[in-house]
C-alpha cells in the first residue's frame, strides 16, 4: 500500500530499487512515528538521496499517517 504514495509517475524498478531506504527513512513506515514527523524531518527526508525527494509526496506521506491516526483514535481500527 505505502509504495503506491510513491509510484506516480515513476517505475516499480525505480520504486523497489529505493525501497529499502524507504523503509529506514519514514521509521519502517510507522504511522505513529510518522504522524510526528516535524518540519526538521521534511527537510531530512528531502536531503536524503536514497529516496524520492519531492516536498508533496513526503507531505502527503506524513498527512496520510496523521488521517490514519484520527481514524484509528477515533473508531479503534481502520
Keep these: 500500500m505505502t509504495r503506491v ?8 524498478k525505480t520504486i523497489d ?3 529499502p ?3 529506514r527513512a519514514f521509521k519502517n513506515f510507522s504511522i505513529e512515528e510518522m504522524a510526528r514527523f ?3 524531518d521534511v527537510d531530512r ?4 538521496t536514497g529516496i524520492i525527494r519531492n516536498r508533496r ?4 506521506a506524513i498527512h496520510n499517517a496523521r ?3 484520527q481514524i484509528i483514535e477515533s473508531f479503534g481500527s481502520f
Design 5 to 12: 504514495i510513491f509510484q506516480a509517475g515513476l517505475s516499480w
Design 17 to 19: 530499487k529505493k525501497w
Design 21 to 23: 531506504n524507504f523503509k
Design 38 to 40: 516535524r518540519d526538521d
Design 45 to 48: 527526508l528531502m536531503n536524503d
Design 57 to 60: 509526496k513526503i507531505m502527503a
Design 67 to 69: 488521517q490514519f491516526r
